[in-house]
């Protein structure tokens, strides 16, 4: 398939087991962070968001963290299945636009 | 409803060519932002347009350039094109109303490669 990044991080688990995607974010005017997925030959897909209000969300199987002193969120999947491979990116959102800004990613790799 | 579709999915160009790449939003939506993506500087924004004006600018050169159709489609050119513009170039859509309160949605992207 087709790359989204060489020498991206890595997070093995296996099946069933949880995962714990970290991401550290840059600007702390930032008031609304997504979490999107993708993967191989396909767009990124929104998973989850939280605004900077909240230090906790959750949706199905997936909870999003937010630390704003740290400047830090986390993505944590629940029983994580084969289909959850894929590239996992944070972004986060200024409210002067929809310009999104990008973390580096994490491939996600599900052994089952 | 149908998503984000953008055209063409694959080409290839020539460096000093010029491309013309496509993105047809959801429908109702008004916001269309186009973003690049690298294995080198992974996701990066380049503009977004909503009703037909272009509302933010990312950091690229004046070669990247986009529109907006009172259909909300868009379009981005890039001129002149060097080889470190092979990358996979993505439109998002959203309602866009209110700057920063929509999801956007990803399209499938249009992979351009420059010999």
């Known amino acids: 398939g087709e790359s989204v990044g060489l020498h991206l991080p890595t997070l093995s688990v296996q099946e069933g087991d949880n995962s714990i995607i970290n991401c550290a974010y840059s600007?702390?005017?930032?008031?609304?962070f997504i979490w999107y997925k993708q993967e191989s030959g396909k767009g990124p897909q929104f998973i989850i968001d939280?605004?900077?209000?909240?230090d906790k969300r959750q949706g199905q199987r997936v909870t999003v963290l937010l630390n704003k002193t740290v400047k830090h969120l986390s993505l944590q999947i629940a029983a994580t299945q084969p289909g959850d491979s894929a590239v996992y990116f944070c972004?986060?959102?200024?409210?002067?636009?929809?310009?999104?800004?990008f973390g580096g990613g994490t491939r996600l790799m599900v052994k089952p | 409803k149908a998503g984000v579709t953008q055209t063409p999915r694959y080409l290839i160009k020539t460096r000093g060519q010029q491309v013309t790449l496509s993105c047809s939003p959801i429908?109702?939506?008004?916001?269309v932002s186009w973003y690049q993506q690298t294995p080198g500087q992974g996701l990066q924004f380049l503009f977004e347009y909503f009703s037909e004006t272009q509302r933010n600018k990312g950091n690229f050169p004046g070669r990247f350039s986009g529109r907006q159709f009172s259909n909300s489609r868009s379009e981005m050119n890039v001129s002149t094109l060097e080889l470190g513009d092979s990358a996979l170039y993505l439109c998002?859509?959203?309602?866009?109303?209110?700057?920063?309160?929509?999801?956007?949605?990803f399209g499938a992207g249009s992979r351009l490669t420059v010999l």
């Open positions: 998002a859509s959203s309602f866009g109303v209110t700057p920063g309160a929509n999801v956007l949605t």
């Open positions: 972004a986060e959102l200024h409210n002067a636009g929809n310009m999104l800004t």
């Open positions: 939280i605004r900077s209000n909240m």
């Open positions: 429908s109702g939506h008004r916001s």
């Open positions: 600007n702390s005017a930032s008031d609304y």
